[in-house]
């Protein structure tokens, strides 16, 4: 089933540049895909589009089969969770207890069932332990994963992180990474759309979406853009550690060049 489809979406913000032109793409149940693009390309504006908070100049979007009417724009909201970018900007409570729970007081959801929809949340996102504690004491990673934790509470069917991991050192990058993989085993009809400017991470997800200056570069699994890392380098993105592994190892004198991942190429070389 389809949960998100776009069609000639088109935006601007001043009725003169279009900052999106043309966009069209769909999303299955369960995948999780990536939008990458160098800054600027109109990707916050596509997940401001997708929750509702803009509406479309020119196409089309749907989300659970639903357009975006005036009737349809809660029930469409109530399904999508969002992460953004600042881990200090997102957090309201002030104990990640008071924090997971805050969603979930919007909600009306009753006091007895709260808490263990608190405790299923923050063990999904290895954050049990810190319930008590105070946003000071976490790190960014920490606070982040808190952050998802009160997204998951609200059961959504499909989560957007905006740049989520940008302001992480490493180990909080891995942290989130670990964290979706594992909310992806727990429910694999979860549908995520992470939008990104790292191409590492856009890596670990089923299909990437390339934005470019407002318009689709390119779609395609991460198997099928690596061969094509030239031409991302050409719109400002980095080119791939797999792609910039294989180059040097060809160099070398050691074709390993249909290797899809790390581990293939590992194995070709042992
Ligand atoms: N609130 C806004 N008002 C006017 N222009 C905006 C606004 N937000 C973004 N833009 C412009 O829209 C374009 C796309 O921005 P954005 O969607 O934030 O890109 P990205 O998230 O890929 O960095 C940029 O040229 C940016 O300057
Ligand atoms: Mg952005």
């Not at 999303?27 to 600027?40: F, L, P, Q, T």
């Not at 401001?48 to 979007?61: A, E, Q, T, V, Y």
């Not at 949340?121 to 990673?141: I, N, W």
């Not at 991302?232 to 910039?244: A, M």
């Amino acid at each position: 089933m389809k949960i998100v489809e776009i069609e000639n979406l088109t935006y601007s913000y001043d009725g003169k540049k279009n900052v999106l032109k043309n966009v069209s793409f769909s999303i299955e149940s369960g995948k999780y895909i990536s939008v990458i693009g160098h800054n600027g390309s109109g990707k916050s504006t596509l997940a401001r589009l997708l929750i509702g908070l803009l509406r479309p100049k020119g196409g089309s979007i749907k989300a659970f089969g639903m357009e975006y009417t005036k009737e349809n724009i809660l029930k469409i909201r109530s399904r999508i969770g969002i992460v953004f970018q600042n881990p200090d900007n997102q957090f309201i409570g002030s104990t990640v207890q008071d924090d997971i729970a805050f969603g979930l007081e919007n909600r009306c959801v009753p006091q007895d069932k709260m808490q263990g929809i608190i405790d299923e949340v923050s063990t999904m996102v290895d954050m049990k332990e810190y319930l008590t504690k105070e946003p000071e004491t976490l790190s960014g990673g920490q606070k982040q994963r808190v952050a998802i934790a009160g997204v998951l509470a609200l059961s959504p069917d499909l989560i957007i992180f905006d740049e989520a991991t940008a302001m992480l050192d490493p180990k909080g990058k891995r942290e989130i990474n670990e964290t979706i993989a594992k909310m992806r085993k727990n429910n694999p009809e979860l549908t995520l759309i992470s939008i990104t400017h790292d191409i590492e991470e856009a890596f670990n997800s089923d299909e990437i979406v390339v934005l470019s200056k407002g318009e689709v570069f390119d779609i395609g699994t991460p198997a099928e853009l690596l061969n094509k890392a030239q031409e991302l380098t050409s719109i400002g993105l980095d080119q791939p550690f797999l792609y910039k592994l294989k180059q040097s190892l060809k160099s070398k004198g050691i074709d390993v060049s249909d290797a899809a991942n790390i581990e293939e190429l590992v194995n070709k070389l042992c």
